[in-house]
Nanobody, 124 residues
Framework: QVQLVESGGGLVQAGGPLRLSCAAS????????MGWFRQAPAKEREFVAA????????TYADSVKGRFTISRDNAKNTVYLQMNSLKPEDSAVYYC?????????????????WGQGTQVTVSS
């Protein structure tokens, strides 16, 4: 059974950095893409970033490109989301997710396993 556990959320001032982590278990981590999504109150869950199984390919939402970096450490079964230059509109619950694909994409429907989420709040 695949399990995903996010950590690293919290309260940060606008312009500041924050790093999220997601520890995975239950299958061969390096064989599958990982993604980060977020959901703000009264909004739909949206794609943030994705990374391929070996970390060689990454994809970002336009709203975070140049500010956020997704990475993974396959030896530690962990995926990270480094968030810099945070804005109040980045406030949301952040989820990591994975599916059965190796490359990864931005489509929520392709992600079958989800973590419980971690809250990120950016104050202005």
């Amino acid at each position: 059974q695949v399990q995903l556990v996010e950590s690293g959320g919290g309260l940060v001032q606008a312009g500041g950095p924050l790093r999220l982590s997601c520890a995975a278990s239950g299958r061969v981590f390096s064989s599958y893409a990982m993604g980060w999504f977020r959901q703000a109150p009264a909004k739909e869950r949206e794609f943030v970033a994705a990374i391929s199984g070996n970390g060689g390919r990454t994809t970002y939402a336009d709203s975070v490109k140049g500010r956020f970096t997704i990475s993974r450490d396959n030896a530690k079964n962990t995926v990270y989301l480094q968030m810099n230059s945070l804005k109040p509109e980045d406030s949301a619950v952040y989820y990591c997710a994975t599916g059965v694909d190796y490359i990864g994409d931005r489509y929520l429907r392709n992600y079958y396993y989800w973590g419980q989420g971690t809250q990120v709040t950016v104050s202005s």
